[in-house]
């Protein structure tokens, strides 16, 4: 098995870099996700802005629209941005928290 960054919701490696019946688990909350492979597109929002294509697989967790998902992603990047252990620490238990009961507790704006 293979598993994204803890951030991470969306995977595009070079075709055939994950092998055929690979499961991909997402980083953010474990769940299987969704292939679409041999795709021939921008893998970033800069190579998309760039008009650039390359050939690469995609993963996608089939909950990365989901509130609580955002929220667990954004209280993940905060907490390793955060200057202060403490607060770092709060952020992380409170996205373990909303992880266990697939509840936000907040509403979020973001695109994970």
């Known amino acids: 098995m293979h598993t994204t960054a803890k951030t991470q919701s ?11 019946g690979e499961v991909v688990a997402c980083g ?6 969704i292939e ?10 800069a190579q998309a ?7 690469h697989d995609v993963f996608e ?6 509130q609580w998902h955002k929220q667990v992603v954004g209280l993940r990047r905060e907490a ?12 992380l238990e409170e996205a373990e928290e909303i992880l ?3 509840k936000a507790t907040k509403t979020v704006y973001f695109h994970s």
């Open 61 to 66: 967790c089939p909950h990365q629209e989901e």
């Open 28 to 33: 953010v909350c474990g769940a299987t996700m």
């Open 36 to 45: 679409e492979r041999n795709v021939n597109g921008p893998r970033s929002w």
């Open 49 to 55: 802005m760039g008009g650039g294509k390359s050939p």
């Open 10 to 20: 969306r995977y595009t490696p070079d075709c055939g870099e994950v092998k055929e």
């Open 100 to 102: 266990s009961s697939k």
């Open 80 to 91: 390793g941005n955060s200057i202060s252990k403490k607060l770092a620490d709060i952020m």
